[in-house]
C-alpha cells in the first residue's frame, strides 16, 4: 500500500508539472521566432569643418583665418550667396579684409561677448536666427554687423555675416580710415604689423605698460596714506608696516584697471584684444 500511495503521488507531480514545461518551451520558441530589432542610432549632426556653429565661434574663427592671411577661407564666413561664382572670387577677399579692419579698429567690439550656443544669444530682441556682432552710428542713424544662422545644402546650421551686413562693409570701411595719428606717422610704423597689429600701436601698449607700472606704484601708495587713519581706528593691531601687505595686490588692480582704460584708446586688433582681456582678467583675479 505504501508503494502504491508514493507512485500515485510522484504520477501527480509529474502530471501538474508538465504544463509548466510546455508553457516554458512555448515562450522559448516564441521568443526565439520574433524577429529582433537593432537598437536606433541616432543621426550626428553634420560638422562644420569652419567652426561656424556659434556666433562667437564664425566670428573667432573669421578673424583667426584673417590673421594668418588664410584669404580663400575668410571670405567664407560672409554670405556672398547674393554674388555670383566670379564676383565671389573676385570680391570676395577684399570684402573679408575690409571686414576684419572694421572690427579691428573698433575698439568697443569684443568677440568674447558673442554667444556661444548655436541657437545665438535669445535676449538680444532680434530673430532667432540673427546675432549683431557691432553697431555704428552714420549720420544719425545706426549700421549694424550682424550674423544671420543658415542652413547648407550638406544639412549643417551654420552662422554667416549676413547679406544685408556684407553690403555695409565698403560703407563703413571707407568711414573708418586710417587714424589722424597714423596719416602723421611713417609708413612703416603703420604697414608693419604683428597680429594684425602696427608696429606704432605696439610701441604705445609698451609705453602704457611701463606708464602704469609707475603711476599704479605711486597711487598705490598715495591710497595707502589716505586710508590709513581709518584702518588703523577699525583695528588697532594693525600697523602702517602691515598696511604695506596690500600695497601689492593695490598696484595690481590699478595697473589692470588703468591699463585697459589705455588699450581702447591705442586700439589693437580683435584678436589681440581678445588675449589681452584674458590676461588682464587673470591679473585682475590674482590681485583680489
Known amino acids: 500500500m505504501g508503494a502504491l500511495r508514493l507512485w500515485k ?6 502530471i501538474s508539472g508538465e504544463p509548466l514545461l510546455v508553457t516554458i518551451l512555448l515562450l522559448s520558441f516564441s521568443i526565439a521566432a520574433y524577429p529582433q530589432t537593432a537598437p536606433a542610432v541616432p543621426t550626428a549632426k553634420p ?16 578673424l583667426e583665418a584673417r590673421h594668418s592671411r588664410n584669404y580663400a577661407r575668410a571670405w567664407k564666413y560672409p554670405d556672398l550667396r ?6 565671389r572670387f573676385k570680391n570676395g577677399p577684399q570684402l573679408a579684409q575690409q571686414l576684419e579692419q572694421i572690427l579691428d579698429r573698433d575698439a568697443r567690439f569684443d ?3 558673442l554667444s556661444r550656443e548655436p541657437g545665438g544669444e ?8 540673427r546675432e549683431r556682432v557691432d553697431s555704428f552710428t552714420v549720420n544719425g542713424k545706426t549700421l549694424e554687423l550682424q550674423l544671420e544662422r543658415v542652413t ?3 544639412g549643417a546650421s551654420v552662422w554667416l555675416f549676413s547679406s544685408d551686413s556684407v553690403e555695409r562693409i565698403p560703407q563703413l570701411a571707407q ?6 595719428i597714423e596719416k602723421r606717422l611713417p609708413a612703416p610704423l603703420v604697414s608693419w604689423k604683428l597680429f594684425d597689429t602696427s608696429l606704432w600701436r605696439w ?4 609705453l602704457l605698460l611701463v606708464a602704469t607700472a609707475a603711476l599704479s606704484r605711486l597711487l598705490a601708495q598715495l591710497v595707502l596714506l589716505l586710508a590709513s587713519p581709518v584702518l588703523l581706528r577699525f583695528g588697532p593691531q594693525m600697523n602702517r608696516q602691515t598696511l604695506q601687505v596690500f600695497a601689492g595686490p593695490l598696484r595690481l588692480l590699478l595697473s589692470v584697471a588703468m591699463f585697459r582704460a589705455g588699450r581702447e584708446w591705442i586700439g589693437p586688433s580683435a584678436l589681440l584684444r581678445l588675449w589681452l582681456e584674458g590676461i588682464l582678467a587673470l591679473l585682475f583675479f590674482l590681485g583680489c
Open 9 to 14: 503521488v510522484s504520477h501527480r507531480r509529474r
Open 111 to 113: 568677440v568674447a561677448e
Open 47 to 62: 560638422q562644420d569643418p569652419l567652426h561656424r556653429e556659434s556666433p562667437q565661434g564664425c566670428v573667432f574663427a573669421f
Open 152 to 154: 547648407l545644402r550638406s
Open 203 to 206: 610701441i604705445a601698449l609698451s
Open 82 to 87: 547674393k554674388l555670383s561664382a566670379d564676383e
Open 122 to 129: 535669445p535676449s538680444d530682441g532680434l530673430s532667432s536666427d
Open 175 to 180: 568711414l573708418l580710415t586710417d587714424s589722424p
